[in-house]
């Protein structure tokens, strides 16, 4: 039976990340992900943060243009509110080639990477998979999205709060749209959330996503009636895809980590409560995760599992913990008519311009992260 020294379950780009940085620290690691492909089962519209590609390494070619410009629409879709920075605050990837990009990394790295695994259960470090021989693991590494079965196994905390989404991405002609992201306000069609139109480049990204309890007649009959008639949508050319899942919106998770291993990404509730981004977040907490880990294994001190706190983590979240809460609770579209008024005042688009442009959607880890220094 093969024995590794962390094993990775799940294939997105915290699995990958945290894999690549885990094998460049000379550890041995296998991830597993159910996926025969990686461009199959995409649960992201793949928008980059500007404080995310400031940061990270992402390849160019991979990301649509800057987009400057954010149209925010009340109920009525009439008079949008525009929010124009002085320079680019996001784009948008092409998230299959991005998969692909870093699962490279990750092998080259030294890591192996198995698609078409499903993993079952883990105990005692003994894990069985479907589609390959059970493995021995010192650590694992739960990488599996929002309803992680790795979590639950190892008696760490889970996700209970949920949005849900979905999306149609078609393909365009590039120059046709102008790079604007397109938000639509509107409970009958979002409820707790937003609809949205922005493009890469090569394909526009159509979507809608809210509580699933308020959606009534279900996210794919609401994505339809909205792709319908969207604001900046460009007309279908060609096959049409379609995307969708749950997104943890009730923020990091208190108890990550345990000796037998700790979360990222999704599994961790790594997405900021408010806008419901989690590219950064996974990146960065991915980071942290990969010191983490190589400092326990390297000493095997508990204490060292203690820096990967949820609990501390979540104090960054508060008031935006508190707008989700606030803005989940507007069902009304004259309410929310109203609300978008109040953001036209200057106030109001400088409120609104901080939650688009600014810098602070997940807490910084580096603090932590430079503790960790010699495990590196």
């Given at each position: 039976m093969q024995t590794v020294d962390v094993l990775v379950v799940g294939a997105g780009l915290a699995g990958l990340h945290t894999a690549r940085l885990l094998a460049q620290r000379d550890l041995s690691v296998m991830v597993v992900d159910r996926r025969r492909s990686l461009s199959a089962g995409i649960r992201t519209t793949?928008?980059?943060?500007?404080?995310?590609?400031?940061?990270?390494?992402?390849?160019?070619?991979?990301?649509?243009?800057?987009?400057?410009?954010?149209?925010?629409?009340?109920?009525?879709?009439?008079?949008?509110?525009?929010?124009?920075?002085?320079?680019?605050?996001?784009?948008?990837?092409?998230?299959?080639?991005?998969?692909?990009h870093a699962r490279r990394a990750a092998e080259s790295a030294g890591a192996r990477v198995l698609?078409?695994?499903?993993?079952?259960?883990?105990?005692?470090?003994?894990?069985?998979?479907?589609?390959?021989?059970?493995?021995?693991?010192r650590?694992?590494?739960?990488?599996?999205?929002a309803r992680s079965r790795v979590?639950?196994?190892?008696?760490?905390?889970?996700?209970?709060?949920?949005?849900?989404?979905?999306?149609?991405?078609?393909?365009?002609?590039?120059?046709?749209?102008?790079?604007?992201?397109?938000?639509?306000?509107d409970p009958r069609i979002a409820p707790g959330y937003l609809g949205w139109?922005?493009?890469?480049?090569?394909?526009?990204?159509?979507?809608?996503a809210g509580y699933p309890d308020a959606m009534r007649t279900g996210v794919r009959h609401l994505l339809d009636a909205f792709a319908a008639d969207a604001p900046g949508r460009a007309a279908p050319a060609g096959p049409v895809e379609r995307r969708g899942g749950p997104i943890p919106v009730g923020g990091v998770l208190r108890r990550l980590a345990c000796p037998a291993g700790l979360l990222v990404g999704d599994?961790?509730?790594?997405?900021?409560?408010?806008?419901?981004?989690?590219?950064?977040?996974?990146?960065?907490m991915s980071e942290l995760a990969a010191a983490v880990v190589a400092g326990y294994l390297c000493t095997?001190?508990?204490?060292?599992?203690?820096?990967?706190?949820g609990s501390a983590l979540r104090t960054r979240f508060r008031g935006r913990l508190l707008l989700r809460r606030a803005f989940a609770g507007i069902r009304s579209p004259?309410?929310?008519?109203?609300?978008?008024?109040?953001?036209?005042?200057?106030a109001g688009r400088a409120l609104a311009a901080r939650i688009l442009f600014g810098d602070g959607s997940f807490p910084d880890v580096n603090p932590r992260l430079e503790r960790f220094s010699s495990y590196r």
């Amino acid at each position: 039976m093969q024995t590794v020294d962390v094993l990775v379950v799940g294939a997105g780009l915290a699995g990958l990340h945290t894999a690549r940085l885990l094998a460049q620290r000379d550890l041995s690691v296998m991830v597993v992900d159910r996926r025969r492909s990686l461009s199959a089962g995409i649960r992201t519209t793949g928008i980059f943060v500007r404080r995310t590609l400031d940061d990270f390494d992402l390849p160019d070619h991979l990301l649509g243009p800057g987009v400057r410009d954010v149209l925010l629409y009340p109920p009525s879709r009439r008079a949008p509110i525009r929010l124009t920075s002085d320079r680019d605050e996001y784009r948008v990837a092409d998230m299959a080639a991005v998969y692909e990009h870093a699962r490279r990394a990750a092998e080259s790295a030294g890591a192996r990477v198995l698609l078409g695994v499903r993993y079952v259960d883990v105990s005692m470090g003994f894990v069985r998979f479907d589609g390959a021989e059970p493995v021995t693991a010192r650590f694992i590494v739960g990488a599996d999205g929002a309803r992680s079965r790795v979590a639950r196994d190892l008696g760490l905390d889970v996700n209970r709060r949920f949005l849900v989404g979905a999306e149609i991405v078609h393909p365009i002609v590039p120059g046709t749209t102008a790079p604007e992201f397109h938000c639509v306000l509107d409970p009958r069609i979002a409820p707790g959330y937003l609809g949205w139109v922005i493009n890469d480049g090569r394909h526009a990204h159509v979507g809608v996503a809210g509580y699933p309890d308020a959606m009534r007649t279900g996210v794919r009959h609401l994505l339809d009636a909205f792709a319908a008639d969207a604001p900046g949508r460009a007309a279908p050319a060609g096959p049409v895809e379609r995307r969708g899942g749950p997104i943890p919106v009730g923020g990091v998770l208190r108890r990550l980590a345990c000796p037998a291993g700790l979360l990222v990404g999704d599994a961790a509730g790594a997405v900021s409560p408010l806008t419901a981004g989690g590219l950064d977040p996974c990146l960065r907490m991915s980071e942290l995760a990969a010191a983490v880990v190589a400092g326990y294994l390297c000493t095997g001190d508990q204490r060292v599992l203690r820096q990967y706190d949820g609990s501390a983590l979540r104090t960054r979240f508060r008031g935006r913990l508190l707008l989700r809460r606030a803005f989940a609770g507007i069902r009304s579209p004259a309410a929310v008519e109203a609300a978008v008024t109040l953001l036209r005042a200057r106030a109001g688009r400088a409120l609104a311009a901080r939650i688009l442009f600014g810098d602070g959607s997940f807490p910084d880890v580096n603090p932590r992260l430079e503790r960790f220094s010699s495990y590196r």
